[in-house]
DNA sequence: CTGTTAGCGCTTTCAC
DNA sequence: GTGAAAGCGCTAACAG
């Protein structure tokens, strides 16, 4: 083996040209002579030539990677396996069919209070960074992200920063519907189970809600919305809990577990029975898709196609092909006809370790 | 806003010191008074300062990512989606989740033949590197890898570099093991339908079938060990050409499609019936779980079990605990007991786009 | 305990 | 078409 690691310089050297001379063959740029350039293609390619990515990247304008970022800590706000393998495939389609590196930031948390979930922006790592999960309602990462210049896009918005780069589903109105469906079937007194205490879409949730409470002209209780964590053991007793006033006669299940036993554990422990003593308005992430089969409706979130088309966009703001930010908001779907059948239950992602 | 971009020096300016006690701080390095550490601290937090980490990286030893890499494309050599989550949350545990980035190099092959898959490493951008997949015969890149100096590890081993790092199940091992077992059942023409032609992991396969028949004294007859590649249909047709010579008696089934039903399809077509007039051998990557109910041994291949420890070593390498490079070989174990049931279809990562 | 100097490998002026 | 020189932001070596 000749020199473990070339430079330009090394290569200019055995070329008998300048660094300069290298540096435009290496970008593709042109004011080089064929046959130079053939020459120094030869030479990169006979031994093993790589630039230096750090230093292309401190003197260029360039980063690295395409980043895919947790705003929330997953022990916090868990990911769903498949949802994170439908992305996973997606920015392989995307970015990572360009040859793009496209890497994951999973818990700078780790690295002491200092650090926050966008360090591969402000490090100069990332080229444009996905924002993967609900921003917290007192999040002001976001917006230094949007002012540093990297496109990026989140999944999902911000009140306090309403130009942000985002795609997402509008929750406001899946809450208003389902409280709106439930309103007009005559109940007065609606619970709902929802998710994402101090995250945005936990607050759209409750505006929703209210909104529809407030055209109907009906009180707003506050003990008939609670927030749930993603243990299985806090759904159940949420419900139980919501459901042990018998003037309680539905409920709106929004808390994104997309699993109905351990609602069905709740309500068994409350003693009600579903269509009789109670209804219930399930949300769910898949295209008619039912999360429980004797919910007298279902709401259609349709997540995974807002951030197909929010890739997209960050996609082509990356290329320069479009400016940025992105913002794609799609409108959730009511629906009461389904075919019979009960999805499996979710994994989470990390559901696995610890 | 002030600045926008923060360098050490301004911070050091606004410290009333000097660059190096600023490097010094943001290193966690002695040498800095107490009352100085605490200014540049509050400055570093106040301003939001990031260090650059090219430059970091360009100065200094330490690259950025620690790098995942396929080392064949994925449309020669698929990953199964089980073993990516699996990997994924692995990569979590062990890396991510001490605030390291996790870097994919999914597809180095679209940007030219000169470019290849450990390209990251040659880049100078990670520290360490998981290469996911079985190597070519022909492979010359790991060899680079191993002299750069970086911590790497090969799920798959290579004859040409026996040093290499890497954390394998002994597939050779495997298919004597089912070569021998079919031959003490008294089978002399045993066809073997294997994968990975042109791959470390085909040979060794080859390999352990030839020993096996060696050992007994059986002739080889090459017509009786296919490779196939991963459609459905080229498994079912060649299983059916292996089957119509009515003196083959038994399959040795190490395709890693771990998917019974193109099997059975070319067992149909050849008119043959499993247990009656054939018997065979079937290869699986879960303890003791079943492909083929009706197999009449299965080889289970631990390379989960080998990967994972695989992994453990890789991080201790990076790390500095011990020394590289990683060798973990798992030996494949023979059964013929099994709970009856089938497992569900396996699904390739990137079934679902094009 | 702290500062000065040099230089990592590349790209960007600007000159020829 | 090509080259010389400067400098990106950081850290290692060496002073003080």
Redesign the interface.
């Known amino acids: ?1 000749s020199t ?1 690691h070339w430079t330009i310089y090394d290569i200019a050297r055995e070329a008998g040209v300048s660094a300069k001379t290298v540096s435009r063959v290496l970008n593709g740029k042109g004011g080089v002579g064929s046959d130079t350039r053939a020459r120094i293609l030869g030479i ?2 006979r031994v ?1 030539f ?9 003197r260029g304008k360039q ?3 395409v980043g895919v970022i947790l705003p929330a800590p997953m022990n916090v706000v868990p990911i769903s ?1 498949n949802f ?3 992305l ?2 997606e920015l ?2 995307i970015f ?4 793009e ?11 002491g209070p ?2 926050n979930y966008a ?2 922006v ?4 990332y080229k444009a960074c996905v924002v993967s999960g609900p921003l917290a309602l007192d999040d002001h990462v976001i917006a ?1 992200v949007h ?2 210049g990297v496109p990026y896009m989140a999944l999902g918005r911000l009140d306090s920063l309403p130009e942000c780069s985002c795609a997402t589903v509008d929750y406001e109105e899946g809450a208003y519907l389902s409280t709106r469906f439930l309103i007009e079937r005559g109940h007065k007194r609606i619970a709902m189970l929802k998710a994402f205490e101090g995250y945005q879409p936990g607050l759209e949730r409750q505006r929703g809600y209210l909104r529809a409470l407030n055209e109907a002209g009906l009180p707003f209780d506050e003990n008939l919305v609670r927030s749930v964590t993603f243990g299985a053991h806090n759904i159940a007793s949420m419900v139980h809990r919501l459901l042990a006033d018998p003037c309680v006669t539905a409920l709106i299940e929004c808390s994104a577990t997309e699993d109905a036993s351990n609602l069905r554990e709740g309500m068994r422990r409350a003693g009600r029975t579903i269509g009789k003593d109670v209804e219930v308005v399930a949300w769910t992430y898949s295209e008619n898709a039912p999360v429980l089969n004797d919910a007298c409706a279902h709401v259609w979130l349709p997540i995974i196609e807002a951030a197909s088309e929010g890739l997209e966009g960050l996609a082509a703001w990356t290329q320069g092909t479009r400016k940025g930010p992105v913002h794609v908001v799609y409108r959730p779907l009511l629906f009461t006809q389904w075919s019979d059948c009960e999805l499996p239950k979710p994994k989470r ?2 559901d ?2 610890d």
């Open positions: 083996m473990s990169m390619e093993g790589h630039p230096h990515i750090g230093a292309r990247t401190l980063n690295a990677c396996q994170f393998v439908w996973f495939v392989y389609r990572g069919r360009n040859g590196y496209i890497s994951f930031d999973m818990n700078p948390y780790a690295l200092h650090a360090r591969g402000f490090e100069h790592l230094r002012d540093s992602l990390f696995l370790i």
